[in-house]
């Protein structure tokens, strides 16, 4: 009788502690990730679909999307400059580098190691409604992770501050212009930056045509005012600038909008977390995804926070919740262990740029390109050189007066100082572009250098 009672003692304690072990462990994994119990149904289909394009490899020099162009029941390829043909296989000898635009493709590759991780399936009833469960635009899981996000990096200071997202930091520009600007249309406020600046301050000030503000154009032809003056102003700092890399601070020290759009290791040392009362970042720079247009704005000031809130809602209602998601899974691999797999990534890519592009201008006395200086930075915990996006490029000749002419002589395609209200005498050009895009940007400016020391005069 006593043999048996033991009997079934072991077999309970057993039991219950097997039970125990299995409640641990589906805890445990619970909080890495969502667990996949279920086998595969209607996923599959669309699984298989999305591998099935990205599988279509266009030579390495291009690449498919589901809703690009379908040919004969198969998706197009989509070639990058410079290639051409069925399979972006063929390379046009004569085709001219385009370092023109700030698209950020050179953080592709990352994106296709960790597929696993950064892909997203979306249902087709997923977050029909045009807000979360708790009444509100924006997904509280995101912002959580977009926080953690810049403690780990240290480039912005979150705790105690709002936060509003935008279809890009494009819309947030605007937005935040509406919310510090004078309510008093008698005297609007004066919208100003410092030459050379990013075209898109002016372009939306003056699309805008508000009552309440107007484009003052450079910062240093105000710097007579002070703060006893009735005449208001809102100041754009692009810290690091575009185009020319520079960590700037405000000239006039009144209300300021800080655009922090490359204010990530990639590009620059972070030299400690940014503390501005209005900031907007972007992930276009970020992770590289211009595509999926989102931004997000850091704002010290309620009522400040309220109007740029109140802006989003009125003007478009917030913003995509596929987006948001989408932006979710990027970010979780972003922080992954503390973030040193992503910025090692870009930031390795952009030091080889620089040590490329450094060694080509070294050679020339016709170009120059801006200076950088090493300081510490905090995320890496090491003195580095700066990593602009873009090269500053100046026409160092009397006669070359306009840079991009010159240039485009050569087969590179620029962005001319103009565009940015400076000189046109500089030319910018980008190097965030995709690997192929450098490689032929390096291969022009080898070819103009060496023209200038073969002493051919002739360009
Ligand atoms: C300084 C700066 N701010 C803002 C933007 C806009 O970025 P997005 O609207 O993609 O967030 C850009 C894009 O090039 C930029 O260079
Ligand atoms: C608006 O600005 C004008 C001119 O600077 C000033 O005289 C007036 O008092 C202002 N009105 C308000 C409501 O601030
Ligand atoms: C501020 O501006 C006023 C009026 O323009 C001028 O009288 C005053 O000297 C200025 N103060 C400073 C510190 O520049
Ligand atoms: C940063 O580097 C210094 C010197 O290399 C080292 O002493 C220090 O412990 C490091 N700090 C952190 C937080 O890793």
Not at 237 to 265: C, M, Q
């Amino acid at each position: 009788m006593k043999k048996y009672c033991y009997g079934i003692c072991l077999v309970i304690s057993v039991t219950i502690n097997i039970l125990l072990s299995i409640y641990i462990y589906a805890g445990g994994q619970k909080n890495q990730e969502i667990s996949h119990r279920l086998s595969l149904t209607w996923t599959e289909k669309a699984a298989a679909e999305a591998e099935a394009v990205a599988a279509i490899s266009c030579s390495g020099h291009g690449r498919a999307f589901l809703e690009g162009l379908i040919y004969d029941g198969q998706p197009v390829c989509e070639c990058y400059d410079c290639y051409g043909g069925p399979d972006c296989s063929e390379l046009s000898p004569e085709c001219a580098a385009d370092a023109d635009s700030g698209d950020p493709i050179f953080l592709e590759p990352f994106w296709m190691q960790t597929a696993a991780d950064s892909s997203v399936l979306i249902p087709g009833w997923h977050r029909m409604s045009y807000r979360y469960d708790d009444y509100t635009l924006m997904s509280r899981e995101l912002e959580y992770y977009i926080r953690k996000l810049h403690s780990i990096v240290g480039n912005a200071i979150t705790q105690g501050r709002y936060m509003v997202f935008g279809v890009g930091s494009s819309q947030l520009l605007t937005a935040a212009l509406y919310a510090l600007s004078s309510e008093n249309s008698s005297s609007p406020s004066n919208v100003l930056a410092t030459i050379p600046y990013y075209p898109m301050y002016k372009g939306q000030t003056v699309l805008f045509n508000s009552e309440n503000f107007e484009f003052g154009g450079d910062t240093n032809s105000w710097q007579s005012i002070n703060s006893t003056n009735s005449i208001d102003v809102v100041e754009f700092v692009t810290s690091p600038n575009n185009p020319d890399g520079e960590l700037k601070k405000s000239v006039l020290g009144r209300k300021t909008i800080y655009d922090h759009a490359y204010f990530w290791p990639h590009f620059t040392p972070i030299p400690g977390p940014s503390d501005q009362d209005l900031m907007i970042f972007t992930l276009s720079k970020l992770t590289g995804h211009a595509g999926a247009r989102f931004g997000w704005a850091i704002i010290k000031d309620k009522d400040v926070y309220e109007k740029l809130l109140n802006y989003i809602m009125v003007a478009d209602l917030g913003i995509s919740k596929d987006t948001q998601l989408r932006v979710l899974k990027l970010l979780k691999v972003a922080i992954e262990e503390d973030g040193k797999p992503l910025f090692e990534y870009s930031y390795n890519t952009m030091r080889d740029r620089w040590d490329r592009l450094t060694s080509i201008f070294s050679k020339s006395t016709r170009f120059s390109i801006q200076k950088r200086h090493p300081f510490h930075c905090n995320f890496f915990n090491e003195t580095r050189l700066p990593s602009p996006a873009y090269a500053w490029v100046k026409c160092e000749r009397e006669e070359d007066q306009d840079c991009s002419a010159v240039l485009e002589a050569g087969k590179i395609k620029g962005r001319g100082g103009s565009s940015f209200s400076a000189k046109k005498r500089y030319t910018r050009l980008s190097l965030i572009k995709s690997q192929d895009d450098f490689e032929m940007l390096m291969l022009r400016l080898t070819e103009l250098v060496s023209l200038e020391n073969g002493n051919i005069e002739t360009m």
